[in-house]
C-alpha cells in the first residue's frame, strides 16, 4: 500500500478539524486541504505559501527570544533546546518546498513549445 504525500496531507488536515484545533481564524483552519478547489473554507497556493513564510519567520522568532531569555537565567535549557528543533524543522521544510518549487519550475522551462 502507497501512501501519498496528498492523502496524508488531506488526513491531517481532515484530523485537526475534527478535533476542533485550528477552528475560527487560526491559520491551520482555513486549509481544507491539499488539491482542494477554490471555494468557501480553502486557501489559494500563495496564501499557505505565505502562511508558512509567516510561521517560519515567527518560530525563528520565538527560538532567538527563547535564546534570550535562557541567558538572562528566565528560561529553561530544555525549552531552548524545543524551540531551536521546532525552528530547524520548519526552515528545513521551507527549504524543502523551496528545492520542489525550483524543481517543478526547471522542468517546466525544458518542455518543448
Known sequence: ???????????????????????????????????????????????VLKAAIVDTGDSISISANTGIEALNGKADLVDVVTSVQNAEMVLETVVAVRDKVIAAYQDIIKMPI
Not at 13 to 33: E, L, Y
Open 1 to 47: 500500500m502507497t501512501i501519498k504525500a496528498m492523502d496524508a496531507a488531506n488526513a491531517y488536515a481532515n484530523v485537526m478539524k475534527n478535533q476542533g484545533i485550528g477552528s475560527g481564524t487560526d491559520k491551520i483552519g482555513s486549509i481544507s486541504g491539499i488539491g482542494a478547489t477554490h471555494g468557501e473554507g480553502s486557501s489559494t497556493f500563495s496564501d
